[in-house]
């Protein structure tokens, strides 16, 4: 190869595209396959950026030398203006010789990496060499401009090469995409399967405390059909008729009280007023406290419970008594009602489902979502492989 030709020569032959049909199954030693193609196209290139590099030394340390020599003391100038040209001009060179010890040190693991390298040298020489190339202009003109100009040839060399195998850089990266979505893609599909079985999980568990809360209401069916839970009901219809009849007796027994006389007599007496009040404001209250023996005791000092009134009021007081008597007996022969533990479990086991379909409905659509973020990963991964000269086979 001559050496214009070596010039000319920067993109690395690309091979006839033919598409691949892959089994899903297949699609990482696919890709591996991909990736061994890649890793040669970059050793070709790598191969062109050493042939390149190795001339530019040549070429570069042919023209510093000549630089090295310029007799900037034979300039008739200012000793001032010679005094920075020279610092300016060492100063340049010692970044030339930087770059050059970083373009020989550049590692060549991946195009991709080396490209940004490679940048940053550039961009490193360029931003340091800039202000003393400046200063060595004053006095050293074409020299120095050759040394600048191959440079600059060397770097448009390099953007051309990196431009034209931009594809090679291109295809590892999706090579390295499609990989990390086949990983994200098997963690999706882990947690599916972990999806399904807190579902069959909380299935069995609806299922089994459906079975205790038909249990639990079967046996309150059962005591209710017992002889002794409709002896309960019937003592308890007792109880409330007989306290029926105590409120109303309360209630004629209030009716009986002259509540105004007594306030009439006893309006001096805070104490009396004060048990007046209370009965009359809420008459059941105050005569459960004392079964009347207050209002009765300032009934009789102020005779006002006399004659009719009097054995009206004993009639109410013994009827009242009497009915709370066989109250408190009948309370006595009534047995703990079972039922109303069993219908609060009853309730609990319904709550416990209740949440527990709560949580099926939010696992459900946890699975939706991920069964959506799995046909978006598959598309993508598809998409990648068409990218990559396959056809990924439908599974």
Same mark, same amino acid.
């Given at each position: 190869? *001559? ?6 020569? %920067? ?21 591996? *396959? !991909? ?5 040669? !196209? ?5 191969? /062109?950026? !050493? ?23 034979? =300039? ?5 203006? %010679? +005094? +920075? ?14 770059? +050059? ?5 550049? #590692?060549?693991?991946? /195009? ?43 770097? !448009? ?46 299935? &069995?568990?609806? #299922?089994?405390?459906? *079975? ?12 209710? &059909? ?9 003592? /308890? ?17 209030? *009716?009986?009280?002259?509540? %105004?006389? /007594? ?86 086991? =319904? ?42 086979? %439908?599974?």
């Amino acid at each position: 190869m *001559g050496f214009f030709d070596f010039l000319r020569k %920067k993109k690395v032959e690309e091979d006839e595209v033919v598409v691949e049909e892959v089994a899903f199954e297949d699609i990482e030693s696919w890709l591996n *396959g !991909k990736a061994e193609e890649i890793n040669e !196209k970059e050793k070709k290139v790598f191969d /062109l950026i !050493k042939e390149r590099v190795d001339l530019f030394i040549k070429e570069i340390g042919e023209k510093t030398k000549i630089l090295e020599e310029v007799d900037v003391e034979g =300039k008739k100038v200012e000793e001032r203006a %010679k +005094i +920075i040209v020279k610092q300016g001009l060492d100063k340049y060179l010692d970044f030339v010789d930087i770059f +050059i010890k970083e373009l020989t040190e550049v #590692e060549k693991q991946n /195009l991709s990496q080396l490209i940004k390298d490679m940048n940053k040298i550039f961009s490193d020489f360029d931003k340091h060499s800039y202000v003393f190339y400046q200063r060595a202009t004053f006095l050293i003109g074409d020299e120095i401009a050759a040394v600048k100009q191959e440079i600059n040839n060397f770097s !448009k060399y390099f953007t051309e090469l990196f431009n034209e195998n931009q594809k090679i850089v291109d295809s590892s990266n999706v090579i390295s995409s499609t990989k990390l979505k086949i990983k994200q893609l098997d963690e999706i599909n882990s947690i599916i399967e972990q999806v399904g079985l807190d579902i069959k999980k909380l299935n &069995g568990k609806i #299922e089994e405390s459906d *079975g205790k809360e038909k249990k639990v209401l079967e046996e309150v069916e059962e005591i209710k &059909g017992s002889g002794d839970y409709a002896e309960n009901l019937k003592k /308890l219809e007792e109880v409330k008729v007989s306290k029926d009849e105590i409120e109303k007796d309360v209630g004629n027994l209030r *009716g009986l009280i002259d509540f %105004k006389g /007594l306030s009439n007599v006893f309006h001096s007496s805070e104490k009396s007023m004060n048990v007046i009040k209370a009965y009359k404001e809420n008459f059941l209250v105050s005569f459960q406290k004392d079964a009347g023996k207050e209002i009765l005791e300032l009934l009789d000092e102020a005779n006002l419970n006399s004659g009719d009134v009097k054995k009206d009021i004993e009639d109410k007081i013994n009827s009242i008594n009497n009915n709370k008597k066989k109250t408190d007996e009948i309370k006595k022969l009534i047995k703990k009602d079972k039922t109303k533990e069993l219908l609060k479990e009853s309730e609990k086991i =319904k709550s416990e489902i209740e949440n527990l379909k709560i949580e099926k409905v939010k696992t459900l659509k946890r699975g939706e979502k991920l069964k959506e973020s799995k046909e978006e990963a598959m598309g993508l991964i598809k998409e990648r492989v068409r990218e990559l000269g396959g056809n990924l086979e %439908k599974t």
